[in-house]
C-alpha cells in the first residue's frame, strides 16, 4: 500500500460475531488495478439465481449478515461485496477520490468481472442510489429487487433528516461509527458496534464515509448522476418483474414518506414489509424482511 491508499489490517475483523464468511478479493478491475475490492461469495458458482446485496453509508458487507444465510438456503448464491473506502476494500486517503462515477464504474465492473446473472438486487441507502442505476448498463443481468430505505438521486429536495445527517457528517470528519449502528438498534451488542468500527482504525480511514453524504444530488444543478437516476428511474417504471419492498419506519433520514414516493417507481411492488422498529440500517432485521421477501417469491 501507498501512502494515498489505506488498508485495514486484517486482525480488526477476528472474532465478527454471526460471519463465517471467509474474505474474497478482486484487485485488477479494469480502471481499479491494485485497488483490493473485498466481497462476500458464498452458495453454488452456477446457483440459477443470485443475490447481489449492495450495503451503504457507513457499513459494509456485515450489514447483511442476518439476510445471507436465508438467501443461501434457498440453494442460490450470494454476493455482497464493500465498496472502496469501506469494509475490507482498500481505502484512498484522498476525500476527492470518491465520486459517484468512481463507486458506479467499480459495480458495474465487478459484476461483469464475476458474470453474475440472474440477479435479485439487494439494496439500501447509498446501495440503492447507486444500485438501482445499474440495470440501465445491462437489463439482462437483473430479475428481481428487493429495496430497503433508499432512494434515486434525482437533484428532488431532501428531507430535513438527510440533510441534518449531511451537516453532522460534514462536522465530523472522525465519526463515531460503531456508535451510529447502536444509536438505531440499542441492543446491538458491543461486539457488533466493533465489527461496524473495524474497517476505521482512525480518521485517515473515513474519506470514504464523509464523502458518500456531500455526494447525494440535493438540487437539479447538472450533476450527470441526476441524468443517470432519472434514466434508471423510468426503465424501473417498465420492470416487470418481482419487486418486494421493505421499509424501516424509525428512519429518520429515508423513512416512511420517502418510501412512499420510491414505490411509485415499481408498477409490481405490493404492499411494503413495514419494521415498525427498523432504523435506517433495516437490515439489522434482515431476517424478518428475507423470510417475508421469500415468501413473497414462493420460497426462492
Known sequence: MTDTVLRTPDERFANLPDWPWAPRYVDDLPGYEGLRVHYVDEGPADADRVFLCLHGEPSWAFLYRKMIPPFLATGARVVCPDFLGFGRSDKPVDDDSYTVPFHRDMLLAFIERLDLKNITLVVQDWGGLIGLTLPIAAPHRYARLLVMNTGFGTGAVPS????????????????????????????????????????????????????????????????PFIAISRAAQAWWRQFEGPVFMAVGMKDPVLGPEVMARLRTAFPTCGEPFEVAEGGHFVQEHGDEIAAAALAAWGGR
Open 160 to 223: 430535513p433528516g438527510f440533510m441534518a445527517w449531511r451537516q453532522y457528517a460534514a462536522s465530523n470528519p472522525d465519526m463515531p461509527i460503531g456508535a451510529l449502528f447502536q444509536r438505531g438498534k440499542a441492543d446491538m451488542t458491543e461486539a457488533e458496534v466493533a465489527a461496524y468500527d473495524a474497517p476505521f482504525p482512525d480518521a485517515r480511514y473515513k474519506a470514504g464515509a464523509r464523502r458518500f453524504p456531500q455526494l447525494v444530488p440535493i438540487a437539479d444543478d447538472g450533476d
